[in-house]
């Protein structure tokens, strides 16, 4: 999923709507571990939050 935090909520919840309530997060490109790590750290703190119970 390619975006914003906001961009993956709002596609995450389209998902969540349809019943989906798995996520699977991978990165294989040509990220380098630096940015895959800040990547997962983004999605960490600003998307999770959105869908915890």
């Given at each position: ?28 490109n ?24």
């Open positions: 999923m390619i975006g914003t935090s906001a961009e993956a909520i709002e596609r995450l919840r389209h998902y969540e709507a349809l019943g989906v309530d798995e996520f699977s997060f991978w990165i294989d040509s990220m380098s571990h630096g940015e895959k790590a800040a990547s997962l750290r983004l999605f960490i703190d600003e998307v999770v939050p959105t869908f915890s119970s």
